[in-house]
């Protein structure tokens, strides 16, 4: 357990469960944390910070992306494997409006110092569809779909075909980008060569 100073005099706690592995916790770092949880104690509030919640991720983007306090831009959902990879769905409010560019920013900078406060973890900024093939096929980016398919609406199961080169990408090492893919989209992803889509459709 990590105890945390987040005001003057007002200290939080980030128990091992809510810290990241491999990240460095020094005395005296400068660190930007996500409260989580606050009760009331007899000595005051016990304040439960985190670094490895989801929010955190949907925070640091508020500091960095002003067109979510002015409403243009929203997060629809985000999956995160703390330390690694998280991807993020986003849409805007306003016809015409790119709701991805706002996330990346100018030549990156935006995500990049999300990516940077989070100890350069990957991150992937993808269209929200309320259209659930297609939000999958976003959802796998980095790659590239040919075409994704429903094929069981009452258990969101999606088909999903890459080329047979970009199945690896598709799939992620260990199936991470699959996984963070369905998680982001509650979906159930299968994922497939382009080879066999007139096989499978």
Avoid: W
């Amino acid at each position: 357990m990590i105890h945390v100073l987040i005001g003057k005099n007002l200290e939080a706690v980030m128990p091992s469960p809510e810290q990241v592995a491999g990240e460095d916790y020094t005395h005296g770092k400068r660190i930007r944390v996500v409260i989580t949880d606050v009760k009331k104690g007899m000595k005051g509030p016990s304040i439960t910070v985190s670094r490895h919640h989801p929010d955190l991720v949907r925070r640091l983007f508020e500091l960095e992306v002003p067109e979510i306090g002015q409403g243009l831009v929203k997060v629809a959902a985000i999956s995160r494997h703390q330390g690694h990879r998280t991807k993020i769905a986003v849409f805007s409010t306003e016809p015409g409006f790119n709701a991805k560019g706002a996330f990346i920013g100018e030549l990156g900078a935006r995500v990049r110092n999300v990516s940077k406060e989070l100890g350069d973890e990957k991150i992937d900024i993808v269209d929200y569809s309320p259209d659930i093939a297609e939000f999958v096929a976003h959802a796998l980016s980095p790659a590239k779909v040919t075409k994704a398919v429903l094929v069981d609406a009452s258990i969101n199961a999606v088909r999903a075909f890459v080329p047979e080169y970009q199945l690896s990408l598709a799939i992620g090492k260990d199936g991470q980008n699959a996984r963070l893919a369905a998680m982001l989209t509650r979906a159930k992803i299968d994922v497939k060569s382009d080879a066999l889509m007139d096989e499978l459709l």
